[in-house]
T-cell receptor, first 114, second 111 residues
């Protein structure tokens, strides 16, 4: 089945220690998104890639970076995690938002910062 | 940015009851989406709506895209325990790639 895959599902990192979360998709979608979701809140968009074109949200901290080496993979790098960065990180994809807007989410990676 | 107001915030209902939740916006959207999120999982798309006035069903779920393009509702008929979760509405305009989420409706179903 075509899907969005996130690894790992659970990640523990130390305060200030860089961490990378990964996402892959078999949907061949043009757009890949990274969201941060804290408990009982809606997902908050961090950035997205439209093909190779990177689009950062204005309020996304510089501590968060992303890479998309090819269509299938996208990475979220947190350079120096703080306690406030503990959250669920969701990857999503869409074909082309100008045609159809639905996004398909992966299962998420829950990040704990100790 | 565009704000989505989703209500109610939470609902406690008895198994078998019908449920209704809605979202309103100050701006128009071209697409309305409804997602369900179980604890520890990513949101799962339930229904997507693309035209003003469109009414779409998915099993016991029915959603409508408001005529003004500024609102949408989701109904769940004859609720069952596995309907428990958080339901999010989301809206998208064609002039950007962003999708705006409502704050979510937490549904609890008592057997």
């Amino acid at each position: 089945d075509a899907m969005v895959i996130q690894n790992p599902r659970y990640q523990v990192t130390q305060f200030g220690k860089p961490v990378t979360l990964s996402c892959s998709q078999t949907l061949n979608h043009n757009v890949m998104y990274w969201y941060q979701q804290k408990s009982s809140q809606a997902p908050k968009l961090l950035f997205h890639y439209y093909d190779k074109d990177f689009n950062n949200e204005a309020d996304t901290p510089d501590n968060f970076q992303s890479r998309r080496p090819n269509t299938s993979f996208c990475f979220l790098d947190i350079r120096s995690p703080g306690l406030g960065d503990a959250a669920m990180y969701l990857c999503a994809t869409s074909r082309d938002p100008s045609i159809r807007g639905e996004q398909y989410f992966g299962p998420g990676t829950r990040l704990t910062v100790t | 940015g565009q704000q989505l107001n989703q209500s109610p915030q939470s609902m406690f209902i008895q198994e078998g009851e019908d449920v209704s939740m809605n979202c309103t916006s100050s701006s128009i959207f071209n697409t309305w989406l409804w997602y369900k999120q179980d604890p520890g999982e990513g949101p799962v798309l339930l229904i997507a709506l693309y035209k003003a006035g469109e009414l779409t069903s998915n099993g016991r779920l029915t959603a409508q895209f408001g005529i003004t393009r500024k609102d949408s509702f989701l109904n769940i008929s004859a609720s069952i325990p596995s309907d428990v979760g958080i339901y999010f509405c989301a809206g998208q305009s064609y002039n950007n790639n962003d999708m705006r989420f409502g704050a979510g409706t937490r549904l609890t179903v008592k057997p």
